[in-house]
Nanobody
Framework: QVQLVESGGGLVQAGDSLRLSCAAS????????MGWFRQAPGKEREFVSF????????YYADSVKGRFTISRDNALNTVYLQMNSLKPEDTAVYYC??????????????????WGQGTQVTVSS
């Protein structure tokens, strides 16, 4: 089992920055690839970003590319999502997730076996 706890969400204005953190405990963290997803009210959960266990490969949704940066610190069992130039359309609950099946479609939420409880990000215009 892997337990994931997100933090760092909040209410900010458009153009501001936030850094989300996801602390993992349980099984060996660096055996898992990590992803960030988000879900806005009335919408389906969508892929945001992904990072492999080594941190060598990262992927982003087109909507956040160039504004968001994913990173991880395996010594601290933590993955981060630095979000810059936030827009009102970034408003959502953000979830981190872990997968040991990164050979599958990492943009699909069914690939991830472990999820955090989510952290709310609200961007006002």
């Amino acid at each position: 089992q892997v337990q994931l706890v997100e933090s760092g969400g909040g209410l900010v204005q458009a153009g501001d920055s936030l850094r989300l953190s996801c602390a993992a405990s349980g099984r060996t963290f660096d055996n898992f690839a990590m992803g960030w997803f988000r879900q806005a009210p009335g919408k389906e959960r969508e892929f945001v970003s992904f990072i492999r266990w080594s941190g060598g490969s990262t992927y982003y949704a087109d909507s956040v590319k160039g504004r968001f940066t994913i990173s991880r610190d395996n010594a601290l069992n933590t993955v981060y999502l630095q979000m810059n130039s936030l827009k009102p359309e970034d408003t959502a609950v953000y979830y981190c997730a872990a997968t040991s099946r990164a050979y599958l479609d990492i943009k699909s939420d069914f690939v991830y076996g472990y999820w955090g409880q989510g952290t709310q990000v609200t961007v006002s215009s």
